[in-house]
């Protein structure tokens, strides 16, 4: 039997899926619960792979992935073509090539650093030499980038979808972390990436989680409170308690009363977007006697937390108005939106308008599946060349619009920030664009009025027959700590619970740290809560 993989490497995490190449049918699929390199956004992952060693950060990701690959099901020596989709920091990081220039901007620094940029123009290579074991056979196909934040996963998202067909102006976004986004006009792509941050999928957030049973995944204004939804076993959502978000009061217990564990991404959409609706939320503040959104068995939405959506929410929509004005539109102009992802698949397209993660002008929203896993298949599937990825790429690269440069999206999100984060009315908000000479923002079309279309039941195809397998991710990095007296004020400081201190014989101590929860460099509240200054995370160590 003939078989493929095709594989998506997130920035929140891998999904795989083997596909048998005679039927096209899917006979396993398998996800990791988070990344196994720490952190939660792509600076991060490159920040702890030049620390730490490139080496330790592959052997990471291919420990990961050769894990994963087991719980699909099939024999691994059938496997033939392994199809991969990522931006291209995942891919360098799998590929483990050259990522310095990645992190650094300015040729200059790069000179300095005797850093020669490796071609990412796409190739094909045996499984055997990545590191991956039990497929002889197998060759891996890594399909181009289009610049140095715009991979494959970019170039999925307009492949699979129809926005190149469209006659009228139309937006496309790829909801992630790093939050890819073309606008469409008369055929021209303007391309962007906005580093959204992990908020909107449920990281950084207090109780926040991805996708799993027992997350929270939706909340819905109805009669007498607010119903909450709870995805089961099979990733479902299933009708949990109907409860009083002032106080946490249940009015009505449901059938998963009891097994909510944390929020995902859509959950903290839904309660942004019902707590603006209702006036309970004024960014960034809570109006409760709390302070805080109380939800079922617990769990809560806290004023940081509308803090960390806010500025995803504010990168992702300076990043529309970025390229609006790149191309000479605005908000008017751009009335078609195409939401791409997990995230962008599983929210509430009206909700998530209400909030400001669809561009303002929008009348009719598409909602997509993963793309990224999608271009996968169709490469294992032979749907698709290298050589036609490659010129694709150089379409996209014609008019990419560098956001990290930008001094029209420093200003917006500017803006953006100060409504979410300093709690601006928005009622200034047209005064602000004023004194960056950028035209106003109509007002606020009504959700309610918008179309909204969902072309996928599920981001990845084919589960509702085939269950998925979630694996643990990551493993533990290690270490004495010298000068620890054992306060564990850092463990009672991290917000993931990744971090354990351990005695070592006398009067010292071992810090470990689970890398697939550990947040990286963007938290180290450990580091900082620590009365000695003598916890450094990036000095541990990979336990063998």
Known sequence: MRRGI?????????????????????????ITERHPIPGMNVIDHVNFAIKSGEDVANGLMIETINNLFKELGGDLSEVEIIGVCGNPFQLSLFQNIEIRDLAY??????KTLGVVSPPRDGDVVSAESLGLVGMPKAKVVIPPAVRHEIGADAIGMMMLTDILQEKEPCIVVDYGTNAEMALVVDGKIYSGSAAAGPALEGQQIKRGMLAAPGALSELEIVEGGWRCYVLDDTLAPVPGDLIDPLTGKVIEEGPMHGKAIGITGTGVIAALANGVKMGIITPPKINTPSGTLMLQD??????????EAGKAIGALRAGFLTLMNAAGLWVDDVRKAYMSGASGLYVDARKAMTIGMV????THIVQFGNTSIGLARKII?????LESLREFAKQLRADHVMFATSEVFKNLYSVEYSVWCTGMPMSM???????????????????SDVKVERLAKRDLPDTEEC???????GTVLAGVVEGCVGCRMCVKECPEKALS?????????????RSDRCAGTACRRCERACPRTVLHTLDLKLTE
């Open 429 to 447: 908000y047209n005064d602000m664009l004023d004194m960056y000479s950028l035209p106003h923002i109509p007002d606020q079309i009504d959700a």
């Open 298 to 307: 617990g769990i809560e939405i806290t004023s940081a937390d509308v803090d």
């Open 105 to 110: 901007a300015g040729k200059n620094m790069l």
């Open 381 to 385: 599937m032979g749907e698709v060349d």
């Open 359 to 362: 561009t303002p002008g929008a």
């Open 467 to 473: 269950k998925v397998r979630i694996i643990s991710s």
């Open 501 to 513: 201190i351990l005695p070592q014989g006398v009067s010292k101590y071992r810090a470990e740290i």
């Open 6 to 30: 095709a594989l998506d490497l997130g920035t929140s995490g891998f999904r795989c899926q083997m596909v048998d190449l005679d039927t096209g049918k899917t006979v396993g699929t398998a």
